[in-house]
């Protein structure tokens, strides 16, 4: 059964500022940097817009090289199933050629490791 990724939160600017000013007011409408208002009770200066977008590249580049896992995840067999293939690949000797050790391996040839 192939289930679809969920909660899956794309990095954003909001995301950035929230890593370099954690305890600061602000709200941004739409990502959209140009839109982004300070409050004036922060103790913290607002970062610049290079500081915001070098933060963001960071984050961007950590959730691309992870992109793998999310193509993975929905292609995986589910829980109860791997349970059941293992119980037959212990129970025949299999563990390295059984059913549960193909049907992983196939997820994982299909969407390597970068």
Sequence with gaps: MTLPVQNVKTPSYGSALK????DCVWIIYENDLSTLEWS??????????AEITAELDIQMAAFNAKQYQRDRQPEYPDVKSQLDM?????KDGKLDSGTWIAAVEAVKTKHPKP
Excluded: F
Aim: aromatic share 6%; charged share 30%; glycine share 0%.
């Design 19 to 22: 890593k370099l000013r954690a």
């Design 40 to 49: 004036s009770e922060n103790s913290l200066p607002r970062p610049t817009d």
């Design 86 to 90: 293992l119980y037959h690949d212990i």
